[in-house]
C-alpha cells in the first residue's frame, strides 16, 4: 500500500484537535532525530557492494550490536524546509539528509516533479509502515512534503527494454535518505499511518526517472509557478490573478482571458515573451 501517496498538503490535513506548537514538537522531533542518528547506521555497506542495476532493501540497527559500525550522525547533511501552519506562517524545520547512498548517473527532479520510484518507509523505532519494491509513479506535490524534498538529493538511472521479452532493466539509479521531523510528515493528522501521530519520519527512495511535471498543462513546468520560489505553490503571491487557482493549476494565470499556454512563449525561442517590455512576461501582465 502506498500510504504516502495522501495529499497532506497545507490545506487538507485532518486535524480534529488542535495541533501541537509546532516550534515545541520542532524541538521534540529533534532531539529524538539526533539520538537516533548518534544510535544507528544503516546498511551502507551492502549499497556499496550492490551491482549497480541490484536494488538494496534499507535496513536500519542499532550501534549497540555493531560498535565498528559508521553512524548515520557523521553521514547526514542538514536540509532546511519552511512548513506552513494552520496560521500560514512558515516555521523552519531541519530535516537531515544522506543524499549519495548510491549516486544516479543522471539529473535529479524538482520538488515538484512526476518520479518513478521505489522506496522504503519507517519510524525511528525501525518499523516500516509502508512501502513498494515495485516501481511507482508519484505525481507532483502529491506525498507529504518531506518525501518530495528530498527528489532533489538523487540522480536518477537509464534503463533497457529487451526486444524479445520485453522486460525492462534498471541501471544506475540513485538512492538517497530522509529523516524527517513530524511537521515534514503527518504531524498530527488523524490518518498518521498506524495512528501514530507525531512521529518522525525515515524514507529510502530510489529513482529510476522522473518526469518535468506542469499540472495545469499551461506549458509552464509547474517548478516555475512558484512565483516567490519559496518552494510552497499556494502562497497569495503564487495566484498572480486572485481568483483563488495558484498559477499551478490555473491555465490562465493573469486572467486576461488569453490562456497562459496562447501567450507563455509564442515565439518558441525558451524565453518567456514580453511584448510591452516591461519586465514582466505576458502570461503575467493582464495589462
Ligand atoms: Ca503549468
Ligand atoms: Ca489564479
Ligand atoms: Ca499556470
Ligand atoms: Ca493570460
Known amino acids: 500500500m502506498a500510504f504516502i501517496f495522501i495529499q497532506c498538503d497545507d490545506t487538507t490535513r485532518s486535524v480534529i484537535t488542535p495541533p501541537r506548537d509546532y516550534e515545541e514538537q520542532r524541538t521534540a522531533d529533534n532531539d529524538s532525530i539526533i539520538s537516533f542518528l548518534q544510535s544507528h547506521y544503516y546498511n551502507y555497506e551492502e549499497y556499496a557492494n550492490a551491482a549497480s542495476g541490484e536494488r538494496v532493501e534499507f535496513t536500519i540497527d542499532s550501534l549497540v550490536n555493531s560498535p565498528d559500525k559508521r553512524p548515520m550522525i557523521d553521514q547526514v547533511e542538514e536540509h532546511e524546509v519552511q512548513v506552513k501552519d494552520q496560521d ?9 539528509v544522506i543524499p549519495n547512498v548510491r549516486v544516479g548517473v543522471g539529473d535529479s527532479p524538482t520538488i515538484s516533479d512526476d518520479v518513478y520510484i521505489t522506496y522504503k518507509g519507517m519510524f525511528l523505532d525501525g518499523y516500516s509502515f509502508d512501502q513498494s519494491e515495485q516501481q511507482i509513479w508519484f505525481p507532483g506535490l502529491s506525498t507529504i512534503q518531506g518525501f518530495y524534498e528530498l527528489y532533489p538529493f538523487i540522480k536518477r538511472g537509464t534503463w533497457e527494454v529487451d526486444p524479445a521479452t520485453g522486460l525492462i532493466t534498471y541501471d544506475g539509479f540513485g538512492t ?82 488569453v490562456l497562459t499556454i496562447d501567450e507563455y512563449d509564442v515565439d518558441a525561442d525558451g524565453i518567456a515573451d514580453d511584448s510591452d517590455g516591461d519586465g514582466t512576461p505576458d502570461f503575467l501582465d493582464a495589462s
Open 88 to 96: 500560514g506562517n512558515f516555521i523552519t524545520h531541519t530535516m537531515y
Open 176 to 257: 538517497a535518505i530522509a529523516i524527517m521531523p513530524s511537521a515534514l510528515g503527518y504531524y498530527g493528522s488523524q490518518s498518521s499511518p498506524n495512528g501514530r501521530q507525531y512521529a518522525p519520519l525515515i524514507f529510502a527512495v530510489d529513482l529510476y526517472t522522473f518526469t518535468t511535471a506542469d499540472h495545469d498543462e499551461d506549458s509552464v513546468p509547474t517548478s516555475e509557478e512558484d512565483i516567490d520560489g519559496n518552494r510552497h505553490f499556494t502562497d497569495d503571491v503564487d495566484d498572480t490573478d486572485g481568483d483563488g487557482i495558484p498559477n499551478y493549476l490555473d491555465n490562465d494565470d493573469d486572467g486576461d482571458g
